[in-house]
């Protein structure tokens, strides 16, 4: 699904303007669509109020009231600010609400007369604030939201919940928390985003006539919330007459001593993703162990140091691995050592290394980001050659660019548009709500997944699902699409099978082929 930012909304609102669709027909017809709804979830005698802002948004709002009532609905309004406060078209509605003669007063500035007012109705329509806000709430607004969200009765937010920020899904410090969303034009990022999410119930988008010219911009990079259908239609074809070779071969170097379970893990994962072969390259003295864990693996022990781990002596023999193969998984469990940190950069700096398709966790990103230039040049190379997918979790992230992560949560949009432009990547940014972004500044937000996922080994799991999608040819930039979407998929259908808690790694990349599954069988394609 297309998301639009608030300064992308306005920006098609002026370009229906100029094409001749005013404003004035777009809140009538955003008007419209919100009685709809209400009316749909509302039997005729029940009551509904219509809490109305001084802005658009409040303009929507009066038009609903105006709707409700000639669909002979019980509805009364009221008003935010003094009647002679209101501008232009919410000015023009406000009109016609009064010759409608709909009952209207100014909202009440006390939680008592607020509840009380409140109480009486089945319905309450939020249309005080909608992609207009700007910094903290200011008084009387926080007095609202919270006699809002005290209210028993089903709470409508008109575009967005009132307060909530369009583009990060912050609120400044509360917003409304609405049991409906209908969002007009184009849904907004911050009502799948988290805390976002939380607040906007059930999202609905309407259309409300802006012109098919209006909504295309070709100088932004367009924003997505991934869906199975989409994401369908980016897994590889499995015709009858394939064979292994058909669907690419992955080569994962990964593991230490101790961390053996990572490597086996993104392996594991990646056959469980569809890759044809998966060779599995970690340090010798864990080779036998990784073999005995997933026989369906071919694996290969590389050089090590004396402590167990992958020095920069075992660089040629990763190049001399790749070479026949389609796509290269590095990173998880390889430990944070100097020999090590000397052998990723040394891979990163090899032609042979940026001609492939790779993706790049855990361990190899902490190490980068230690001298951050390195990945810099790579990604310049390698997204110059077949392109480069990172999977940072927020602390990995804040290493990346330098900051916390703090920051990192606080602007995931930003800082996951930020490393995949820095880098020259297609970036993932871990956690609730995963985040994805390539060099050209497009971005998507991944809705699958739970709680349940925030273990250990996820991640890993991940890994091998992107790397399986690269060495089956997809794109960076689809790969890791479709990989966030099924990971997160194959968590929540392990939960529902067993709960959330105490999920395990393993459980979720065998679930991958029946998320696979699901998402073909939604876009009624065979699974
Ligand atoms: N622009 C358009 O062409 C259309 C806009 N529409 C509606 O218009 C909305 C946007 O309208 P506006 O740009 O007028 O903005 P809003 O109506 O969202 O908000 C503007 C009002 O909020 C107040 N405000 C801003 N920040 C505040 C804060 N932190 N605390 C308290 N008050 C604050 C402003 O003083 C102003 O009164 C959309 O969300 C949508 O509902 C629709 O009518 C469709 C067409
Ligand atoms: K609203």
Redesign the pocket.
């Known amino acids: 699904m297309r998301l639009a930012t608030a300064a992308m909304v ?1 920006e098609a ?1 002026g370009r229906a303007e100029a094409l001749g669709v005013p ?1 004035r027909i ?2 009538e017809n ?1 008007g419209a669509r919100v009685a709809d709804l209400v009316q749909r979830i509302t039997r005729p005698g029940d009551p509904v109020l219509v809490f109305c ?8 709002g009066l038009v609903a009231a105006r709707h409700l009532r000639d669909a002979g609905r019980r509805v009364r309004v009221w008003l935010a600010a003094a009647e002679d406060a209101y501008t232009g078209d919410a000015a023009a509605n406000l009109d016609l609400v009064r010759r409608w003669g709909i009952d209207l007063k100014l909202a009440p500035r006390e939680a008592l007369a607020l509840d009380h007012g409140l109480a009486g109705h089945r319905v309450v329509v939020d249309a005080l ?10 008084d009387p ?1 926080p007095l609202w939201v919270a006699a809002l969200n005290r209210f028993e009765g089903t709470v409508v937010s ?3 919940p009132s307060g909530l920020d369009a583009d990060t899904g912050q609120a400044h410090p509360e917003a409304v928390r609405a049991h409906w969303t209908v969002t ?1 034009g184009l849904a907004k990022p911050g009502l799948f985003l988290l805390p976002g999410a939380e607040y906007a119930g059930r999202v609905e988008v309407a259309s ?1 006539g802006l012109p098919p010219e209006a909504l295309e911009d070709p100088a932004q990079a367009p924003i997505e919330l991934l869906e199975g259908r989409d994401v369908a239609a980016l897994l590889p074809a499995r015709p009858a007459d394939s064979h292994k070779g058909t669907y690419g071969h992955l080569l994962v170097v990964a593991g230490s001593q101790g961390m053996s379970g990572a490597a086996v893990l993104v392996a594991r994962a990646a056959l469980r993703s569809g890759a044809g072969l998966v060779t599995l390259a970690v340090p010798a003295s864990v080779q036998a162990q990784a073999a005995a864990s997933l026989p369906e693996a071919l694996t290969h022990g590389l050089p090590e140091t004396s402590e167990g781990t992958l020095g920069v002596e075992a660089a040629r023999e990763v190049v001399r691995l790749l070479g026949p193969r389609d796509a290269l998984a590095l990173g998880p469990g390889i430990g944070a050592g100097r020999e090590t940190a000397a052998l990723v950069f040394e891979l990163l700096s090899r032609e042979e290394i940026v001609v492939k398709p790779c993706v790049l966790d855990a361990d190899a990103l902490t190490l980068l980001a230690r001298e951050p230039r390195r990945l810099d040049e790579a990604g310049r190379a390698l997204g110059a050659a077949l392109g480069m997918v990172i999977t940072p979790h927020p602390g990995e992230m804040a290493r990346l660019l330098g900051c916390t992560a703090g920051d990192v949560q606080a602007d995931r949009p930003g800082k996951v548009r930020e490393a995949a432009t820095r880098f020259g990547a297609v970036a993932v940014l871990k956690g609730a709500r995963t985040l994805v972004a390539d060099p050209a500044g497009r971005w998507a937000i991944n809705p699958t997944g739970n709680a349940g996922m925030a273990t250990g080994g996820m991640g890993d799991v991940l890994t091998g699902a992107v790397g399986a999608l690269l060495a089956q040819g997809l794109a960076p930039w689809d790969a890791a699409r479709a990989a966030v979407y099924l990971h997160g998929l194959a968590g929540d259908l392990a939960a529902a099978e067993r709960g959330a808690a105490g999920l395990l790694a393993s459980e979720v990349a065998d679930h991958l082929p029946a998320a696979r599954r699901r998402v073909l069988e939604e876009a009624g394609q065979d699974g």
């Open positions: 306005r609102d404003t777009l809140m955003a802002g001084r802005g658009n948004n409040g303009g929507d604030l909608g992609t207009g806000v700007t910094g903290p709430l200011r607004y008109v575009d967005l007009l409300i």
